[in-house]
């Protein structure tokens, strides 16, 4: 990660602060996508499986590029991959734009995913941008300066879905080359504010010479701890509690050295252990990961989806649903659908910012304040994503579909506003973006897996009522119940994680 040599100003830091904020708000329209989803599938003609694929394409892009553009941020700077995201982003909605006028003719379907993959890699490569330069810039309070941005990702949608609403009601094309114009502008004018500076203080580092020294100062660490809380500042509670925390991370499984009377530094997560590698040699990272799939992929199947659960409730309560909808019904569609992503996108923002200030307060002091550990967050945005889910298994009409937006939003926006922050806290800054890239796989992995079940069960319940499209709550019921088994189980994935982060003898 390059950054800068001289000594940042106030000024400058801020500036650096609000240009990545600016682009993680232009770099989240993949959860834009069922503002327009029902008029692609039209236009081109899809099948409820051939729109989930197509709308797993973004995703794949998003969730699958996250290593690549990961390694690239540590590795070259920010300004490479934001010059990366700008180029994709603009081709994406740009193909995207001349597929539906029909520019490709047959090939629709596939240029269609395609172009949405350019969109999920670019998107993928501005949220890195962001994310990352905060991280390095803000070590001290991760919470809050990774979930700002992440929080303007999340509000991408809420933006884009209100211009549609006010202005190209009727328009998609133009709306979606709308899109291309602004995003890359926006992107490349935020490049010039954008750098890495200098560490704000050395708290990696002294947290990892003091688990380096943990075993030969014990009687020292022993009278130390003697010590009255109040005596102590907060700083130095701080540094404390990082230093434990970081000592219950003991990242080889293989690795035996503690048995063996070796130093605890061997115990410590090394530098060099990154990546993939990370991942697969190190417990605590896999019960991270396979929590937030199980969590995020129920998420992102309603996100993905809405436009078609509005469509099968308000097609079914319609007078003769067999016959095609009015334009004044094709309206009122398009107002549902920009309602319910307006909404998951403004809970997706306020849970991601909020989640991570909490975070932030929750472990200030050394737990003298609340106490409560990051992962303990993480449960609080679990919760939410399982009753959003149990919700949408019981949905009867559109007005009940509002809980499940405001819930599935929140929860999925908690969940990677609290996340990003625990692996840069857990597994080292300096490889942040490769670490946090692996571990957004893990969304590519559930969202295509509960976009597939969700088009298909949707596909055979059409097929039972013997039309092409499926009407009525039956076309999405057992997708939610799904849904929600699969979000219980990860919640208890992170609940089990919670308990073992609280051990002060855990393991890896």
Not at 2 to 30: H, Y
Not at 65 to 70: A, D, E, I, K, R
């Amino acid at each position: 990660m390059t950054s800068s040599t001289s000594q940042p100003t106030t000024s400058a830091r801020t500036a650096s602060f609000l240009a990545a904020c600016a682009v993680a708000l232009v770099s989240g329209t993949p959860y834009l996508y069922s503002t327009y989803a029902n008029q692609l599938t039209t236009k081109l003609a899809l099948t409820a499986v051939q729109s989930s694929l197509v709308a797993a394409g973004v995703h794949y892009g998003l969730f699958l590029s996250g290593p690549l553009f990961g390694r690239i941020v540590d590795s070259q700077g920010p300004r490479t991959v934001g010059c990366l995201a700008a180029a994709l982003l603009v081709a994406g909605y740009s193909g995207l734009s001349w597929t539906y006028s029909g520019a490709f003719g047959s090939f629709g379907f596939f240029t269609a995913f395609l172009f949405l993959i350019l969109v999920g890699m670019g998107s993928q490569a501005g949220y890195m941008t962001s994310v990352s330069t905060n991280a390095h810039n803000f070590q001290s309070a991760r919470g809050i300066a990774m979930g700002v941005p992440i929080a303007g990702f999340g509000l991408s949608a809420l933006l884009f879905a209100q211009i549609s609403s006010h202005w190209y009601k009727d328009d998609t094309q133009a709306f979606l080359f709308l899109v291309a114009k602004a995003i890359g502008s926006t992107i490349l004018i935020s490049l010039i504010f954008l750098k890495v500076f200098p560490s704000e203080d050395l708290e990696a580092t002294k947290d990892q010479e003091s688990i380096a020294h943990a075993t030969g100062s014990s009687s020292s660490s022993s009278s130390s701890s003697s010590l009255d809380d109040d005596d102590i500042t907060e700083e130095e509670a701080e540094h404390r509690r990082r230093t434990a925390e970081l000592e219950r991370l003991i990242a080889p499984k293989h690795d035996n050295s503690a048995s063996h009377g070796h130093s605890s530094s061997h115990a410590i997560v090394p530098k060099s252990l990154s990546g993939f590698k990370m991942f697969r040699m190190t417990h605590h990272a896999q019960l991270l990961m396979l929590g937030t799939m199980l969590l995020s992929g129920p998420g992102l199947m309603y996100i993905t989806n809405a436009g078609n659960v509005i469509r099968s409730i308000y097609r079914d309560h319609m007078d003769d649903p067999s016959k095609p909808p009015t334009d004044e019904d094709l309206i009122r569609l398009q107002q549902l659908q920009n309602f319910h992503v307006s909404l998951i996108s403004l809970m997706s923002c306020i849970g991601r910012i909020s989640i991570g200030m909490m975070s932030d307060l929750g472990k200030r002091g050394g737990g003298k304040w609340w106490g409560i550990s990051r992962v303990g967050f993480l449960l609080y945005a679990g919760v939410c994503v399982w009753l959003g889910q149990t919700f949408g298994a019981r949905v009867q009409d559109i007005e009940d579909l509002v809980r499940v937006s405001l819930l599935v939003g929140l929860g999925y926006g908690s969940v990677f506003g609290v996340a990003p922050a625990i692996v840069s806290e857990w597994f080292h800054v300096s490889n942040f973006g490769t670490n946090w890239g692996w571990m957004s796989v893990t969304g590519a992995i559930g969202g295509q897996v509960f976009n597939l079940i969700f088009g298909w069960l949707y596909d055979v319940e059409a097929q039972h009522e013997h039309t092409l499209e499926c009407f009525g709550t039956e076309c999405f019921h057992k997708s939610f119940v799904v849904g929600s088994i699969s979000s219980f189980i990860g919640l208890s994935v992170l609940i089990y994680l919670a308990i073992l982060t609280r051990r002060p003898s855990s393991r890896c």
